[in-house]
């Protein structure tokens, strides 16, 4: 068995796909572990973790602040920890008291069976708007959501993952948090202002009631129960408390995080927001 593997948990999603591809860029072997074969809501299929690596990606779907979450990733690390994993980076919110408990529950974990780890705490990404809940409503010219005027510190995920990268690799510091954002607060009616400049067409943006969005989320086919955390969990990152930068993108990386703008123009030349895409 190759202990100078790489696990990557999520390898599928937004995040550790990016995580994945940068590793293999370097010619480093990496298993990523996405459903089936390692499912959250199905704890028999966590023994896949349990195998000796030189360091794991955690990522927790659909988020660290639903219920039973850090304790599911506790035992995640655990589990890799006592296998020999030598390095656990989890992946984590900004200011949400249970995405911190489940932080510190993992270090602990690792820290029992001599491993290293570290966190990665972010922003809200700016990928959620090209490759998640708000993609269709960009597309379509009109985005309705709960944030009102709180400014928010987005992060580019390609910024994410190369930290990430360093960070499995020992080539950033361990056994701390790095807490990244983007370089700038903007609220999400200025986000969407800064999308349609980059797609060239008239975005709307509209405040609405929690009541409101969870209703359109069950409307669309989210379940009624998810949609209701979902919502509780926008409630919790977008009241205030986040609206201040920091420089760990800099820090780890020598350059300055990447900005909405930049980022904007990048994802609409590789076609996202087109019209049709939401008929």
Known sequence: MDINQHLVIGGTGKSGRRVTALLQDRGLPVIA??????DWADPATWATVERPAAAAYLTFAPDLTFPGAPEAVA??????????????????????????????????AAGRHGAGWAVVRCAFFLQNFDESLFAAPLAAGHVAFVAGDVREPFVDLDDVAEVVVGLMTGELPGDRVHELTGPELLTFAEAVAGIARAVGRPIGYEQVSPERLRSGLVAAGLPADDAAALVGLFTEVLAGHNAHLADGVEAALGRPATDLATW?????????WLAEAAS
């Open 33 to 38: 572990l996405s459903r089936p074969a390692f």
């Open 264 to 272: 904007a123009r990048r994802a609409a030349g590789n076609g996202a």
């Open 75 to 108: 035992e995640v690390a655990e589990r890799m920890a006592r296998a020999g994993v030598r390095r656990v980076v989890l992946l984590s919110g900004r200011g949400e008291a249970e995405a911190q408990r489940a932080e510190r529950l993992v270090a602990d």
